[in-house]
């Protein structure tokens, strides 16, 4: 993919990454990462150019990051003002993209229909749901369960690529996602071929395909 000049600032942090972190990152995977993306206007810097890579990211942040992907921006912005499928997401800016990211059985909320859309993403959160953007939520993630499965998913299919944190002591410590590490994740899920149902089986199953 065509790179462009990176401001001072994403040059600045990425020269800073893994000092005193608990994310493990190479320099050039997550330089690399956030041109891209920037470039994508999937995950882009402040008004000030500043991409804030150490800093946490929102689960509604997070939500609109996973529309992006998708290419359904589109649509979120046509949702936004319908009611929310969380009763705290109405009126809440990104209440379009968590619409969209349910629609697609993305996201599922909590046990008390709240979507909570200002808690911070937890690593086993964000992994989780782009495992399931993906489509990769199959019958071997069930069995495992949450988060365990998804983690082992996001393995199977290189999501941790360039990623050196382990992903399990991450999530046992309910460790929140920073936007370097988001960035990082969210890059390599664009190059994972997407696993989509085609058909059905005679005994009723699900049959599924990769997309490249």
């Not at 997070?62 to 009126?91: N, S």
């Not at 290189?158 to 969210?186: C, D, H, K, M, W």
Request: hydrophobic fraction near 40%; include cysteine; charge should be negative.
């Amino acid at each position: 993919m065509k790179k462009f000049k990176l401001v001072s600032v994403f040059i600045a942090f990425a020269l800073l990454l893994s000092l005193g972190s608990v994310f493990a990152i190479d320099e050039a995977v997550i330089t690399e990462a956030v041109t891209d993306l920037n470039e994508l206007k999937i995950m882009v810097g402040d008004e000030n150019g500043d991409f804030r890579g150490d800093a946490n990211i929102t689960r509604a942040e997070f939500a609109t990051i996973i529309c992006r992907v998708l290419g359904q921006e589109g649509q979120a912005k046509y949702l936004q003002d319908k009611p929310g499928y969380f009763a705290d997401t109405i009126g809440h800016w990104a209440n379009g993209y968590i619409n969209v990211a349910h629609q697609y059985e993305i996201i599922n909320g909590f046990e008390d229909y709240t979507f909570r859309p200002d808690e911070n993403v937890t690593v086993a959160q964000a992994i989780k749901m782009l495992v399931c953007t993906l489509g990769y939520e199959d019958d071997d993630v069930f069995k495992r369960g949450f988060p365990e499965g998804y983690i082992k998913k996001g393995e199977a299919i290189n999501l941790y690529a360039g990623v050196t944190s382990y992903p399990e002591a991450l999530v046992q410590n309910n460790t929140f996602a920073t936007r370097n590490y988001i960035a990082a994740l969210v890059h390599n899920a664009l190059d994972i071929n997407l696993r989509v149902q085609t058909s059905w089986s005679a005994d009723g199953n699900h049959i599924f395909d990769t997309v490249e």
